[in-house]
């Protein structure tokens, strides 16, 4: 079973392989990975750092205890209606996120981040909504 926060449930949609440094694109590739071969891998709901910010580089700011951070993972729980404790498998977690979720909805739940010029999580949704799941990284 993997803990992830509520943001990271979208940043793995768009993730393409890119990252904060190769220890952080090795994490995010194996999970994200896992979860598209495995979906009913379990995911546990948490509040704070979780298995992707375990790898986040200890260089300057820490961002995954800021405030905006927190924020951004209850704003994408609430859209998902899923709450902090809950245990579902990633493809429930896909369910919920063609049920409850948009495209649009990045622009105003992620404004603030520095990922979502690329594009690639409007795009990770729509495959989503398309019911191609998650990527394959190369």
Known sequence: MYKLRGHHLFCLLGYRGMGYSPEYVENMTKL????????????????????????????????????????????????????IGQILKWEDIEFRIRKHVNPFDIQDICKNCSWRSYGVCEEGIQEM??????????
Do not use: F
Request: charged fraction near 35%; aromatic fraction near 4%.
């Open 129 to 138: 909504l398309e019911g191609k799941g998650l990527r394959e990284i190369k």
């Open 32 to 83: 994200h990975q896992t979860l598209r071969d495995q979906p009913q891998t379990r995911i546990k709901l948490v509040m704070g750092p979780d298995h992707l910010c375990e790898k986040y580089p200890n260089s300057g700011e820490y961002h995954c205890q800021n405030e905006s951070i927190y924020k951004r993972d209850a704003e994408v729980l609430k859209k998902m209606k899923l709450e």
